[in-house]
């Protein structure tokens, strides 16, 4: 087992690693001014972030004229792909499912608990005194705006908080990093993963160019390119035409309400979303739009039996549960990859010990168990610090770390264009699995901490380190040098984002920036405990079993039978939120992509991809181009991804 392609491999140079580790903080705040600012654009949404993506073709453009006239001065193709990985890690970090959230959420209630008297006892819960801005003039001051973060008064209550909140985010990413350096090899050289969202970015920076020379993409790309910018013209002047590409809201006026949870509530035509799902898996397209419709049957059965169902989001503890059983079988996935990985996981720890592989082996997974451990050290101790028990700590680390593993296998795998898990992190188990009655009031806080970062895993970041690590594997780089960078990466973006959405909030107001309704979210669950402390919820759990075993037996058959159709993660996928916005465009590319393997082979689909892969560059180029326009301009502009 190694960990790389073997023989004589030029090293990443120091200095385009240290372009890279540069390029982190302007990619960091862009995210936040486009996300958090004006809520436009939405990059991270998404499984491939279209501004990154359009800095990739930038850098490609430019080490074109590097290789004519500085040859000296070019980039190789693996040092290409590692400052796109760093970008793409700078703008997770900063995308808006956590930041919303996260260090907002945090001092939310002791704000709030100042001016509405339904929130006073909030007051009253033991909060950890020096990682809580306590002082009432700077909470003011931040949620309303106006005013400057650098006046003494501020900088002091902030000290210690800002400081807590950047590293505990920067041990998130030293984590992902270190579980992407263990199990990418496995992925790639025994499970053969094809990760085919990274596919876009490794064809992008072929050597031989001859990704761009294909008539057929350059169709795709100008035509869903002069929609975007027609589009995009349209927010400014409106007298010009629009073209709804993105789909429409599915109305639900005068629909029975035992009919409404069966109607989907968006009807989505993406273009980008169309081009990615090409790419993926027959079997993921289908088994992900079959499930969803098999999701849709249960809720209809249950509104049948008159049980209240939420419209349209089906989140909340009630039946059928859909996204406990999406947890459930995220566990069931997580054993069978741990059981398919183990043995190279034991190679890694006896080369760490020195005790089998190569030097290069061994200083990789020395760095990868010794820092993941340190951070996993690191995020247990500051969960200790914001109020959980050690035990309910331990199992929040080893929740979490579950269900981001599962997440990129499943998008190395299969590659969704969309994921979320939706309010299926630690704090789910801890509120309904565990339940309030053995929480301490302590454990409260840290619950309503816990969904900062695990709202949704939309803009996770350790996909983007995996795959960053998978493309160094394919394009001839170093993955130790790679790992050490997505390494600073991650601490400098985390330190970055927070010290930037600080920084924005005195002077914008957090209570006046994007989706600031969400800030309250984390609470919201604790609230009701005040007045009730409820014991475990046995419908969540009975979900959650369901899940299970249905994922169990989905496994189980594909083992059994070769050619099974229906896959485990697209039953994951199906228990999202995000399976809203993808069935349909998953559906239309499985026709598509079915009848051209069906009518002419693989022949006729790789005729096919080119076009479709313009569809998303088209879409990509145009959307990171109104991003741009957005940040300059200090204006909203026009979306491709919402």
């Given at each position: 087992?190694?960990?790389?392609?073997?023989?004589?491999?030029?090293?990443?140079?120091?200095?385009?690693?240290?372009?890279?580790?540069?390029?982190?903080?302007?990619?960091?705040?862009?995210?936040?001014?486009?996300?958090?600012?004006?809520?436009?654009?939405?990059?991270?949404?998404?499984?491939?972030?279209?501004?990154?993506?359009?800095?990739?073709?930038?850098?490609?453009?430019?080490?074109?004229?590097?290789?004519?006239y500085?040859?000296?001065?070019?980039?190789?193709?693996?040092?290409?792909?590692?400052?796109?990985?760093?970008?793409?890690?700078?703008?997770?970090?900063?995308?808006?499912?956590?930041?919303?959230?996260?260090?907002?959420?945090?001092?939310?209630?002791?704000?709030?608990?100042a001016?509405?008297p339904?929130?006073?006892?909030?007051?009253?819960?033991?909060?950890?005194?020096?990682i809580?801005?306590?002082?009432?003039?700077?909470?003011?001051?931040?949620?309303q705006?106006?005013?400057?973060?650098?006046?003494?008064?501020?900088?002091?209550?902030?000290?210690?908080?800002?400081?807590?909140?950047?590293?505990?985010?920067?041990?998130?990413?030293?984590?992902?990093?270190?579980?992407?350096?263990?199990?990418?090899?496995?992925?790639?050289?025994?499970?053969?993963?094809?990760?085919?969202?990274?596919?876009?970015?490794?064809?992008?920076?072929?050597?031989?160019?001859?990704?761009?020379?294909?008539?057929?993409?350059?169709?795709?790309?100008?035509?869903?390119?002069?929609?975007?910018?027609?589009?995009?013209?349209?927010?400014?002047?409106?007298?010009?035409?629009?073209?709804?590409?993105?789909g429409?809201?599915?109305?639900?006026?005068?629909?029975?309400?035992?009919?409404?949870?069966?109607?989907?509530?968006?009807?989505?035509?993406?273009?980008?979303?169309?081009g990615?799902?090409?790419?993926?898996?027959?079997?993921?397209?289908?088994?992900a739009?079959v499930?969803?419709?098999?999701?849709?049957a249960?809720?209809?059965?249950?509104?049948?039996?008159?049980?209240?169902?939420?419209?349209?989001?089906?989140?909340?503890?009630?039946?059928?549960?859909?996204?406990?059983?999406?947890?459930?079988?995220?566990?069931?996935?997580?054993?069978?990859?741990v059981?398919?990985?183990?043995?190279?996981?034991?190679?890694?720890?006896?080369?760490?010990?020195?005790?089998?592989?190569?030097d290069?082996?061994?200083?990789?997974?020395?760095?990868?168990?010794?820092?993941?451990?340190?951070?996993?050290?690191?995020?247990?101790?500051?969960?200790?610090?914001?109020?959980?028990?050690?035990?309910?700590?331990?199992?929040?680390?080893?929740?979490?770390?579950i269900?981001?593993?599962?997440?990129?296998?499943?998008?190395?795998?299969?590659?969704?264009?969309?994921?979320?898990?939706?309010?299926?992190?630690?704090?789910?188990?801890?509120?309904?699995?565990?339940?309030?009655?053995?929480?301490?009031?302590?454990?409260?806080?840290?619950?309503?901490?816990?969904?900062?970062?695990?709202?949704?895993?939309?803009?996770?970041?350790?996909?983007?380190?995996?795959?960053?690590?998978?493309?160094q594997?394919?394009s001839?780089?170093?993955?130790?040098?790679?790992?050490?960078t997505?390494?600073?990466?991650?601490?400098?973006?985390?330190?970055t984002?927070?010290?930037?959405?600080?920084?924005?909030?005195?002077?914008?107001?957090?209570?006046?920036?994007?989706?600031?309704?969400?800030?309250?979210q984390?609470?919201?669950?604790?609230?009701?405990?005040?007045?009730?402390?409820?014991?475990?919820?046995?419908?969540?759990?009975?979900?959650?079993?369901?899940?299970?075993?249905?994922?169990?037996?989905?496994?189980?058959?594909?083992?059994?039978?070769?050619?099974?159709?229906?896959?485990?993660?697209?039953?994951i996928?199906?228990?999202?939120?995000?399976?809203?916005?993808?069935?349909?465009?998953?559906?239309i590319?499985?026709?598509?992509?079915?009848?051209c393997?069906?009518?002419?082979?693989?022949?006729?689909?790789?005729?096919?991809?080119?076009?479709?892969?313009?569809?998303?560059?088209?879409?990509?180029?145009?959307g990171?181009?109104?991003?741009?326009?957005?940040?300059?301009?200090?204006?909203?502009?026009?979306?491709?991804?919402w």
């Amino acid at each position: 087992m190694t960990s790389g392609p073997t023989g004589s491999r030029p090293p990443l140079r120091t200095g385009v690693l240290l372009l890279a580790l540069a390029l982190v903080p302007p990619f960091a705040w862009w995210t936040l001014v486009i996300e958090e600012i004006y809520f436009s654009g939405w990059p991270t949404s998404v499984s491939i972030f279209y501004h990154c993506l359009g800095a990739l073709m930038l850098l490609l453009a430019a080490n074109g004229l590097f290789r004519r006239y500085s040859p000296r001065l070019a980039f190789s193709r693996a040092e290409m792909l590692a400052v796109y990985t760093c970008i793409s890690i700078a703008a997770a970090v900063a995308g808006h499912d956590h930041q919303m959230i996260y260090l907002r959420g945090w001092i939310y209630p002791l704000w709030k608990a100042a001016h509405d008297p339904t929130w006073e006892r909030f007051r009253d819960l033991p909060w950890p005194h020096w990682i809580t801005v306590r002082d009432p003039v700077a909470l003011d001051r931040v949620f309303q705006g106006f005013s400057s973060f650098y006046l003494p008064q501020h900088l002091k209550a902030w000290l210690f908080p800002l400081l807590f909140l950047s590293a505990f985010l920067a041990a998130i990413q030293v984590l992902g990093v270190c579980l992407g350096r263990l199990l990418v090899v496995p992925w790639t050289e025994h499970e053969r993963l094809t990760f085919p969202i990274a596919q876009l970015p490794l064809e992008m920076s072929g050597r031989d160019q001859q990704f761009w020379r294909h008539p057929q993409l350059w169709i795709g790309f100008g035509l869903v390119a002069t929609i975007a910018l027609l589009n995009g013209l349209h927010s400014f002047y409106p007298a010009l035409p629009e073209l709804k590409v993105k789909g429409i809201f599915t109305p639900t006026e005068g629909i029975a309400a035992k009919w409404r949870p069966v109607v989907p509530h968006f009807v989505r035509t993406y273009p980008w979303m169309i081009g990615l799902c090409f790419l993926l898996p027959t079997e993921l397209s289908l088994s992900a739009w079959v499930f969803f419709w098999v999701l849709r049957a249960e809720l209809f059965w249950c509104a049948a039996q008159g049980w209240p169902i939420p419209f349209p989001y089906q989140t909340g503890a009630v039946a059928p549960h859909i996204v406990d059983q999406g947890v459930g079988a995220y566990l069931v996935v997580f054993a069978f990859l741990v059981r398919n990985a183990a043995p190279h996981l034991r190679f890694a720890w006896r080369a760490a010990l020195a005790r089998a592989g190569t030097d290069r082996d061994r200083r990789g997974y020395r760095l990868a168990l010794g820092c993941g451990a340190l951070a996993a050290w690191m995020i247990y101790g500051g969960l200790r610090m914001v109020g959980l028990q050690p035990p309910w700590a331990a199992l929040s680390v080893a929740t979490y770390t579950i269900m981001v593993t599962v997440i990129c296998k499943v998008r190395g795998e299969l590659g969704p264009p969309m994921y979320d898990l939706h309010f299926a992190g630690p704090d789910r188990f801890l509120a309904l699995y565990v339940s309030p009655r053995n929480l301490t009031h302590n454990d409260w806080v840290g619950v309503g901490f816990l969904l900062g970062f695990n709202r949704g895993q939309r803009n996770l970041s350790l996909p983007h380190m995996t795959e960053g690590l998978w493309l160094q594997t394919q394009s001839g780089g170093s993955l130790n040098r790679l790992s050490v960078t997505m390494i600073l990466a991650g601490i400098l973006a985390a330190f970055t984002t927070c010290y930037g959405l600080v920084h924005m909030g005195y002077e914008r107001g957090f209570n006046v920036m994007a989706q600031n309704v969400l800030q309250p979210q984390g609470w919201q669950r604790v609230q009701p405990w005040f007045d009730e402390v409820p014991g475990p919820h046995y419908g969540a759990l009975g979900g959650c079993v369901a899940g299970a075993l249905t994922a169990f037996t989905l496994t189980f058959l594909r083992q059994r039978f070769i050619g099974f159709p229906l896959h485990p993660g697209g039953f994951i996928l199906a228990t999202n939120w995000a399976a809203e916005l993808m069935w349909f465009p998953m559906l239309i590319a499985w026709l598509v992509k079915s009848f051209c393997l069906r009518t002419g082979g693989v022949k006729a689909y790789r005729k096919a991809l080119p076009f479709f892969l313009g569809l998303v560059l088209g879409d990509f180029v145009m959307g990171g181009v109104w991003a741009l326009v957005g940040w300059i301009g200090d204006v909203p502009t026009y979306s491709v991804t919402w």
